[in-house]
């Protein structure tokens, strides 16, 4: 159980290491600054109808109910400790877990620790005016929701540093407050955590494409030896579970409402579908291929001596690791990797160690493949005929072997020339960003009401109804 009574809620016995206790709390006050400031924008008197956990047990989120986000208890939460849980891959396989930082890993650790946590607050950076031009009450709890558990994903880390890394962990955890989304200066670590999310349909884009590679970085990370890492990270990927639910609704209804409105009158043409104040298939289609790009580099170089480490080192595992069949150690094996080569793309086998970004990238692959079917059901369904397609993994990357290429979403390598005359018909273009942003101008709050371009979801939050008043505006 979580004890809630004491000033950090948590479940790791903080009152009993007075000395962490005191740097927690000291930490605090600086992180709710930085929630006035960067946290949902004049959003702070709202009492919104949150979730929040009560014990970190998969039926643990039974409390739901009226919280002002500021007052939202913040706190450290890890899965149990099972005493019998050895390193399961690597040099170390087979010996017990580490409860304490390996000295020899102790900056490759803390850096890792520190590129997570750096893109918890990002998030919430980039989202933090969307409540402005919310398209329903539940959407707009739904926003908040995923804001609040991020701001928690930043806690989780920070306890992380504060417990196990000393002074730079602590001074580690205040950059974590001082960096900010975009800013020339002193930018997020990760590119996608610096592009702004301008609308709506960028943020289902991101909840869906980039709080799932969330969720696969974070179960490479539950597989680590360094225990409390791992016990740390399993119970964020239940959190994480609802914002890739926020993102996959969110774009369907999007696409369900506009294949309505194009059935009821009879449209098909792109500019009569907007003409209709919903959101054409094409546009869509150009956002998917942003965010997916963007949030593949984020996985890295497809080839890395880096990733190599990690998983030789035991500290960071591969997809469902423990459920892979084979000798966890992968000296001899081998994976298929992309390149171009005089013009072409070309695969090879290379190391398996050295290509564990590009084989993490690839289960990533396989299941968004799956989200955007599920989403050509819905256009399926409507009988219109229209693909949604994943681009080809090396389109507009910035990072790993496709870097500096021009490749097109059909997987052609282009000349730059070539690439930049349909840069417009593949990417979201500005004048498209401003279409889909003159639809968002104000917002819907009127319980149970829609805006025009998104289709009502199919249930509420917690079985209340949809006219349900998510969110009190004092
Ligand atoms: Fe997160
Ligand atoms: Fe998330």
């Given at each position: 159980m979580i004890n809630y009574t004491e000033k950090i809620p948590n479940n790791v016995d903080l009152g009993r290491d007075r000395v962490l206790q005191r740097a927690l709390e000291h930490w605090q006050p600086a992180y709710m600054g930085w929630w006035y400031d960067m946290g949902p924008n004049e959003s702070h008197n709202y009492e919104v109808y949150l979730r929040t956990a009560i014990s970190v047990?998969?039926?643990?989120?039974?409390?739901?109910?009226?919280?002002?986000?500021p007052e939202y208890r913040w706190g450290i939460f890890l899965q149990p400790r099972d005493e019998k849980r050895e390193v399961n891959f690597g040099i170390h396989k087979g010996q017990p877990t580490w409860q304490e930082v390996p000295g020899e890993y102790r900056s490759t650790l803390r850096r890792v620790i520190v590129t997570q946590g750096d893109t918890e607050p990002a998030s919430v950076e980039q989202q933090r005016m969307l409540g402005a031009s919310c398209p329903s009450m539940y959407d707009l709890r739904n926003i908040f929701q995923v804001n609040v558990e991020e701001g928690r994903h930043l806690w989780a880390m920070v306890y992380l540093l504060h417990r196990y890394f000393g002074r730079d962990?602590?001074?580690?955890?205040?950059?974590?407050?001082a960096r900010r989304s975009g800013d020339a200066d002193n930018p997020r670590i990760l590119g996608?955590?610096?592009e702004p999310t301008p609308d709506w349909l960028a943020f289902y884009m991101f909840t869906f494409f980039t709080d799932r590679d969330g969720k696969f970085q974070l179960c490479a990370l539950a597989e680590s030896g360094f225990d409390p890492l791992a016990r740390t990270c399993r119970?964020?990927?239940?959190?994480?579970?609802?914002?890739?639910?926020?993102?996959e609704t969110g774009v369907g209804r999007i696409i369900q409402r506009t294949c309505e409105v194009m059935k009821e009158n009879k449209v098909e043409d792109p500019s009569d579908v907007r003409a209709l104040g919903v959101i054409d298939l094409p546009t869509i289609q150009k956002y998917l291929n942003f965010h997916y790009s963007v949030t593949l580099d984020l996985y890295g170089s497809d080839v890395s001596s880096n990733a190599a480490n990690y998983y030789t080192s035991g500290l960071k595992g591969r997809f469902r690791e423990t459920k892979l069949e084979d000798d966890h150690v992968l000296t001899d094996a081998e994976y298929p990797v992309s390149e171009v080569v005089g013009g072409k793309i070309v695969t090879k086998n290379v190391a398996a160690l050295t290509a564990l970004n590009e084989r993490l990238r690839d289960d990533y692959i396989d299941e968004?493949?799956?989200?955007?079917?599920?989403?050509?059901?819905?256009?399926?369904?409507a009988g219109i005929p229209f693909r949604l397609t994943l681009p080809h993994k090396g389109f507009h990357r910035d990072i790993g072997n496709f870097a500096g290429q021009h490749i097109s979403p059909d997987g052609e390598v282009l000349s730059e020339e070539a690439w930049k005359n349909h840069e417009s018909e593949w990417l979201p273009s500005s004048k498209d960003y401003t279409y889909v942003q003159s639809l968002m101008s104000g917002r819907v709050v009127e319980p149970g009401k829609f805006a025009n371009w998104i289709a009502p979801p199919?249930?509420?939050?917690?079985?209340?109804?949809?006219n349900f008043e998510y969110v009190r505006f004092n």
């Open positions: 047990e998969p039926d643990g989120w039974a409390q739901f109910g009226y919280v002002k986000m962990g602590r001074e580690e955890a205040e950059s974590l407050l996608a955590f610096n119970f964020m990927l239940t959190e994480e579970a609802h914002h890739m639910f926020v993102g968004i493949a799956d989200g955007v079917s599920r989403w050509q059901r819905v256009i399926d369904n199919a249930r509420g939050i917690n079985n209340q109804p949809l």
